[in-house]
């Protein structure tokens, strides 16, 4: 694979994550916007589920399934990572093959439908709340706030969804002239797309250290030198499983305005093990581009 193909796959990965929330927020007002602007509708509907039985189905289904896609093909850092994701992909398509119906009593295509989104919902927030929150040894303070973004998203999220449950529970007929649970809704896909812009290093994304902040750490091994892209990629994953790197530039054009060919990651000592597979497959990556890695790794097992 030629360099210039790996640095676009790369983006496009990382790019990924924030396009899933992207979806997750303006979905609701494109819904909303799309049936009164586009196919002349006279209100807002009850709730967003309702959207499939008009003009804007193809929308509502096709982001639900790309959600839905995305999450089947994310690639987490442990088995829990991918469980949990398979698993909100699989309510996903649910959602988006079982709709509810336009009005009246529930049928059992209605429900699948709800408890799908309900699932769906419940493990995204709780991805929010216990995986992307995982710690590091040495988080630093952007860490710290994105941690506080992901357990408040997935606490909205965990909220409104007992509201909705509470509503439904309590009311015993479609209310057509109630709004609650269309708010309850988009407020939950607000919160699940924020946490999805987090992740994806949208907000609060932890900085590049320069080369003299980096001489004051100690017990740090060099693991990984490669293109930018590809650097910045690994940095975040290693930052997923609890493992704080740092980026080194030794160019001298680095840090007035140009852009270097290579950069070095660096990790603490202690956390080579940990960090290992990582970095074993991203210099498995960079075999056929002629970079050397193997022996930055064997360096830095001595």
């Known amino acids: 694979m030629k360099s210039d193909d790996h640095t676009v796959h790369i983006y496009s990965y990382l790019s990924l994550r924030k396009a899933v929330g992207w979806i997750g927020i303006l979905l609701p007002f494109v ?44 690639k987490g850092y442990d088995r829990w990572d991918n469980i949990a994701a398979n698993l909100a992909g699989f309510f996903a398509l649910g959602i988006a093959f079982f709709p509810t119906v ?68 309590l009311s015993k007929e479609n209310h057509e002239d109630s709004r609650f649970v269309l708010i309850l809704e988009t407020i939950t896909l607000m919160a699940f797309g924020i946490s999805w812009l987090t992740k994806g290093g949208t907000l609060y994304p932890d900085k590049i250290k320069s080369q003299e902040t980096m001489e004051k750490e100690e017990n740090l091994i060099k693991v990984f030198t490669g293109p930018e892209p590809t650097a910045m990629l690994l940095m975040k994953m290693l930052e997923e499983t609890g493992v704080k790197s740092l980026i080194k530039n030794d160019s001298i054009l680095g840090y007035i305005g140009a852009v270097p060919e290579v950069m070095d990651l660096y990790i603490f000592e202690e956390d080579l093990e940990k960090a290992r597979p990582l970095i074993d497959e991203m210099n498995k990556q960079q075999e056929p581009e002629g970079t050397d890695d193997q022996g930055e790794s064997g360096e830095a097992k001595e």
Not at 31 to 55: A, P, R
């Open 31 to 74: 819904l909303v916007t799309g049936h009164c602007l586009i196919f002349g509708g006279d209100k807002v509907l009850h709730n967003l589920s309702v959207y499939y039985h008009t003009g804007m189905r193809d929308i509502f289904v096709g982001a639900i399934c790309a959600i839905a896609l995305f999450l089947f093909f994310y």
């Open 102 to 169: 336009k009005e009246g009593p529930w049928d059992w295509i209605a429900k699948v439908h709800f408890y799908s989104a309900g699932s769906f919902f419940v493990i995204l927030a709780l991805i929010s709340f216990f995986l992307f929150t995982r710690g590091e040894k040495r988080p630093t303070g952007r860490k710290l706030k994105r941690n506080i973004i992901y357990r408040a998203c997935g606490i909205i999220m965990l909220v409104s969804l007992a509201c909705i449950e509470t509503y439904f529970l």
